[in-house]
């Protein structure tokens, strides 16, 4: 009923920036909140940013400072402006939304993951 699909990860050397960008489609009536989280190999998935429809953010403390979420309810994508980026960085970055559906049903919906790759 609902898909994400996020793009423009990649590889980019240590320091530099990357956008991320995670678009909803489908039988969406309303979304509440959208995030990112990450997973790096052998280790938890791990939020790195979110969003609420009013635009109040919360940052993992290691992006703080160096990471941006932003949203355009309009377009229902969310963002990920990355800057500073350190191989600590890599992981493969997945897009999370809250979906209320045309049949006002509630949903917790995930993008296929984009790889993001920061090498030293």
């Known amino acids: 009923q609902v898909q994400l699909v996020e793009s423009g990860g990649g590889l980019v050397q240590a320091g530099g920036s990357l956008r991320l960008s995670c678009a909803a489609s489908?039988?969406?009536?309303?979304?509440?909140?959208m995030g990112w989280y990450r997973q790096a190999p052998g280790k938890q998935r791990e939020l790195v940013a979110t969003?609420?429809?009013?635009?109040?953010?919360n940052y993992a403390d290691s992006v703080k400072d160096r990471f941006t979420i932003s949203r355009d309810n309009a377009k229902n994508t969310v963002y990920l402006q990355m800057n500073s980026l350190k191989p600590e960085d890599t992981a493969v970055y997945y897009c999370?939304?809250?979906?209320?559906?045309?049949?006002?049903?509630?949903?917790?919906?995930w993008g296929q993951g984009t790889q993001v790759t920061v090498s030293s």
């Open positions: 999370n939304a809250g979906v209320v559906t045309t049949t006002l049903a509630f949903g917790d919906y």
């Open positions: 489908g039988r969406i009536f309303s979304i509440n909140a």
């Open positions: 969003i609420t429809s009013g635009i109040r953010t």
